[in-house]
């Protein structure tokens, strides 16, 4: 008894600690350390950014200057030690060199050692994160939410909050450290602001939003999962969308979000319902074991108005009438999409036919699995490599000319192959997404405009276009980070010839390798 009260009040602090946890940046040393962590109920080693899980909210305004030291104290080698992070959803416009992705922009950060990613998100405003780009990392605990705030939101006079405590980060979790278990794990169980239970668990404390009668909240919710994507709901509130992964939409209102894999979503809540407790859910689309709906408490948090006992909820969930579709929401500025309003009406249309190679185990573009350089892309292409055919991975590596509309069209993969639905995400550009999943006929009017979407189920033919308008070379994959270390990837090399000049890495960028290839010739990974 004294044993079990004593794992209460642990896991309590613990969960204090997460929730008062301040923001940081936009000037920030950010370590990266291994470290016991017990989210929900069940101890494992992990890597975190900070010693928090999720890692601490980094934030600025528009136009802030970010510089990220970020400190590599990793030693345990069950995970890997070197380490990458990505800021996702950051273009990077002139510092293609700072988007973290390992092997495509950079050689990993070595243990013992510190790089320092300092960027300006030009023009940019919205709900982001950071995770590592190095294999499947970020599984292992390395991600958390990344916001830059508008002072001239067009929506602030339509909520009164919008802190550190509306930031709603989900994600999956195992039990087992990534590169210890299978190719295709199945998470044991759903985490929200880092907390959550598994069946058959203990009644592990779970997160608690707190809310105050009459007011209202943007809330910013992060879908930083390594698979699943969530049916989220709120027992008894609906939900008003105002932006998608960092670009404003008309509002639209609804009472049900599938979010999918790295995906992002601002909505306003209006707190108008009796001082209560509700049930926040986020069930997952992969069947943990035994694990989906919300028997016990697995895959939910608790939303409470400031007055409500400090008791679980007794909500029912309603069926949904206004579900979101993602074909419903539409850019707020800008909102027609490049290239003429027809199929194929860009500049330069390509065609990824993803697949899945059940004889190999790995996934496929146009027949070539990405498998990743030992020399960056983005340093191949500083060292001299220009022309069509001589950048690596070979057959991995698309040349996009500058200043020309682009349409890529993704098909959904055959009904055999595992994962589906697949999240799509392009670094260096947010895109149009002309024809959604499920869509019947393409919208290049007002499409939503975004930099992750779901390429949907069979039959369906999602078409995204973007202007070349930032020198680079931008990786293309499949957020399901099982299935970006098995292939499902390429490389759009942007206005190659141009790369040089608008990229001018620091001198610590070109130490990366050389420290990197000792690392691994010491037996680090």
Known sequence: MIARQALHLLSTVACLILEVNSDIGPVTDLPIVDTAVTPDGYTRQAVLPGGTLPGPLISGKKNDNFQINVIDQLDNLTMLVGTTIHWHGIHQHGSAWADGTAFVTECPISPNTSFLYNFTAVGQVGTYWYHSHYMTQYCDGLRGPFVIYDP????????????????ITISDWLHMAARLGPEFPTPNS???????????????????????????????????????????????HNMTII??????????????????????????????????????????????????????????????????????????????????????????VDPAAPGEPYPGGADVNLDLDFAFNITALDFEANNVSFVSPTVPVLLQILSGARGAGDLLPAGSVYYLPPNKSIE?????????????????????HSFSVVQSAGQAAPNYKNPVRRDTVSIGAVGDNVSIRFTTDNAGPWFLHCHIDWHLQAGMAVV????????????????????LCPEWNETVAGGGM
């Open 152 to 167: 001239e939101d067009p929506y602030a006079p339509m909520y009164d909050v919008d802190d550190e405590t509306t930031v």
């Open 190 to 236: 759903t985490l929200i602001n880092g907390a959550g239970r598994y069946t058959n668990g203990p009644a592990w404390p779970l997160s608690v939003i707190t809310v105050e009668q009459g007011k209202r909240y943007r809330f910013r919710m992060i879908n930083m999962a390594c698979e699943p994507n969530y049916n989220f709901t709120i027992d008894g």
């Open 243 to 332: 932006e998608a992964d960092g670009e404003y939409t008309e509002p639209l209102t609804v009472d049900f979000i599938q979010i999918f894999v790295a995906q992002r979503y601002s909505f306003i809540l209006n707190a108008t319902q009796p001082v209560d407790n509700y049930w926040i859910r986020a069930n997952p689309s992969l069947a943990l074991p035994d694990g989906q709906g919300f028997a016990d408490g697995i895959n939910s948090a608790i939303l409470r108005y400031s007055g409500a006992p400090p008791n679980e909820p007794t909500t029912d969930q309603t069926p949904s009438v206004i579900p979101l579709v993602e074909a419903n929401l539409h850019a707020l």
């Open 408 to 428: 890529i069209s993704l098909p959904e993969l055959a009904a055999d192959a595992p994962g589906s639905p697949h999240p799509f995400h392009l670094h260096g």
């Open 492 to 511: 759009l090399a942007e206005d190659v010839g141009d790369i040089p000049k608008d990229i001018v890495a620091p001198s610590k960028w070109y130490d």
